[in-house]
């Protein structure tokens, strides 16, 4: 089973982002004389909403499927019986994943950049579709992606064997 190398680092990002906040906003509260029980757990709760905003669901995925895994809820998609690919533009990019059964993943680009078996795990998947023929639509956004991984690839090792410039 292949998961995101990066999720744990971005988890402690977001809850050192919500500590930060949840500081600041004591200690300016401090400042000004105003901090009481009630104020620091409206504070608190701030805090913690903003580690929920910027919690990144969790993607895992092993042989014919993808899951995502958020606070609320898991979605899985197989990836042996994909029927449709988009990616969707706009300032957070995803690509959009729905499978035959109805099921339906989005994942962010970099999750699979980042994640080499992760995206080994949707390739393959992809190819049994397309070799089944149930995915109808978006190989060109799959073989376009597929193409930036496999330069980001290329230069991670040229930059471990000293060969760029």
Partial sequence: MAHDTRWAGDRRHALACAALLFGLLLVVDSGNGTLSGTRAFLWAGL?????????PPR???GQGWLETRGLLRARRVRTDRLVYVAWSDGVAQ???????????VAVEPRVLLSSPRLWYELSEGVRRSEAAG?????????HRLAGRIDAETAKAVFRASGLDD
């Fill in 47 to 55: 805090a913690a909403l903003l580690f929920l905003v910027l919690l």
């Fill in 59 to 61: 993607v895992t995925a």
């Fill in 94 to 104: 995803r690509l959009v994943l729905k499978d035959a059964d109805g099921g339906a």
């Fill in 134 to 142: 149930s995915l109808r639509r978006g190989c060109p956004e799959l």
